[in-house]
């Protein structure tokens, strides 16, 4: 592959098995000895690396984004791996907040492609983990922290030996693969604790929390869990973010995160009760990395305010839990007569659950679809939308139609809110920062 481009280098990559596009029918198909081999063919790179491993349901996207932002404000150089990715693939693998440039991507690609290749069912994930691994050892980042992809026992990350594991609330995602009960899920998230290795969980429901006290018992891991060691209490909060104090045997007062939600103070909690670990086993992290790190974070699609003028607002909420978390924020950070709601999601989420605690909001809704061979149809979000009790109803086949036709109908006081989905959130951003002839980092194409 003499001549790979970078649209090339990501062709290569989603022709593997792409689990991404395509769901797979159970965890069957999932299997760590794989992604073990391709690794052992580039030489291991996750054994160099010292890691922060994060799993959960709710958050642990932003919370592995605190921790990077942390370490990073100490003078750490970081690696950090996330998924999915709002505009461009390169967001998912970022060293010092920088993301990954296009000509590492083909290279990345170049190196590791013949290997996985010869190895029957590698999946895009397993690669793209693979490639970050080996870019994160190629540049000797001082700590990776990676986020887990789908589930923890059988994903594609759990082949570290992590220095700290974390676990953000657990909730009901995925069920078709995970599990419909909380237990059945939870055992799936807390296949992360290692032997001996600490585990930082952030508050759990009694179901989540007995697994993973069990686990941590059979495992010999130390557990440290946030929601007794930790308080937390906000002072004030706007547009502009939250500031609160921290608490556990030291303080940390008026810290600032720029997020927006009381959802987003527990997960600095769970970031900084992580990194706490790490200075305990002699890292240097001083109280002022904490305090620059949470104040610099940049975690875009999350509860962000595009616009005042109107008021456009963009949240990846694709779970009850995340849903029900975003009609408390914006009753709390918003003044509004009516709310306008562009939803769309992808196919295997729990819509009618979703839409019935957005529905609190009393808004009307605009249903679309996004570019996602997963995307949920408008027909299926239709009959969600019924079940969830929605009256009035417009069906909107591409999204920025849809939020042309949402602020159409926006009084100057109404509330237009796009949520379902981190593609959706992606789409809606991508609209608007070209409209108002914002520049972004943007792949040619999206995932297919």
């Known amino acids: 592959m003499p001549n790979l481009s970078y649209p090339a280098a990501l062709d290569a990559l989603y022709a593997l098995v792409n689990y991404e596009t395509r769901p797979p029918g159970s965890l069957q198909v999932f299997d760590l000895g794989r992604v073990e081999e391709l690794l052992a063919r580039l030489g291991h790179p996750q054994r160099a690396l010292a890691v922060v491993h994060v799993g959960g349901t709710k958050g642990k996207g932003s919370t592995a984004a605190m921790i990077s932002s942390i370490l990073q404000a100490a003078g750490h150089r970081v690696g950090l791996y996330t998924s999915p990715h709002l505009h461009t693939f390169r967001e998912r693998i970022r060293i010092d907040g920088q993301l990954i440039s296009e000509t590492d991507v083909i290279a990345g690609v170049r190196g590791l492609l013949p290997e996985a290749q010869a190895l029957p069912g590698i999946t895009t994930f397993e690669a793209t983990t693979a490639l970050a691994f080996s870019y994160f050892a190629q540049n000797q980042v001082d700590l990776a922290v990676l986020e887990v992809g789908l589930g923890g026992r059988l994903d594609a990350t759990n082949v570290v030996d992590p220095r700290v594991a974390v676990l953000t609330l657990i909730g009901y995602d995925h069920t078709a693969l995970l599990g419909t009960r909380l237990e059945q899920i939870a055992v799936e998230k807390a296949g992360i604790i290692k032997p001996g290795r600490p585990l930082v969980s952030a508050p759990q429901r009694p179901a989540a929390l007995r697994v993973i006290r069990r686990t941590c018992r059979e495992r010999n891991a130390p557990l440290i869990e946030v929601a007794s060691t930790w308080r937390w209490e906000r002072r004030q909060a706007d547009l502009e973010g939250q500031w609160f104090d921290l608490k556990n045997a030291e303080s940390l007062e008026e810290l ?26 002699s890292l240097h992290v001083p109280p002022t990395a904490v305090v620059r790190g949470l104040a610099d974070i940049q975690w875009p699609g999350r509860l962000e305010v595009l616009s005042r ?30 709310a306008i709601l562009v939803y769309g999601s992808l196919a295997d989420k729990n819509h009618a659950v979703i839409l019935r605690h957005l529905r609190h909001l009393s808004p009307r809704i605009i249903l679309t679809r996004f570019p996602h061979p997963r995307a949920a149809s408008l027909h299926d979000l239709q009959s969600a939308a019924q079940r969830a009790r929605f009256q009035a109803r417009w069906l909107v086949e591409n999204v920025p139609l849809a939020v042309e036709q949402a602020l159409a109908i926006a009084e100057p006081d109404d509330l237009v809110l796009a949520s379902g989905s981190i593609s959706l959130a992606g ?22």
């Open 309 to 338: 003028t109107p008021l456009l607002v963009v949240d990846g909420a694709h779970n009850p839990e995340s849903a029900e978390a975003l009609v408390r924020a914006v009753r709390e950070y918003f003044t509004f007569r009516r």
């Open 427 to 448: 789409q809606v951003r991508a609209y608007w920062l070209k409209k108002e002839g914002t520049p972004f980092e943007e792949d040619p194409r999206r995932m297919s």
């Open 256 to 281: 600032r995160i720029p997020l927006l939600g009381a959802h987003q103070l527990v997960n600095a909690a769970t970031a900084v009760a992580a990194t706490a670990v790490l200075r305990q086993d």
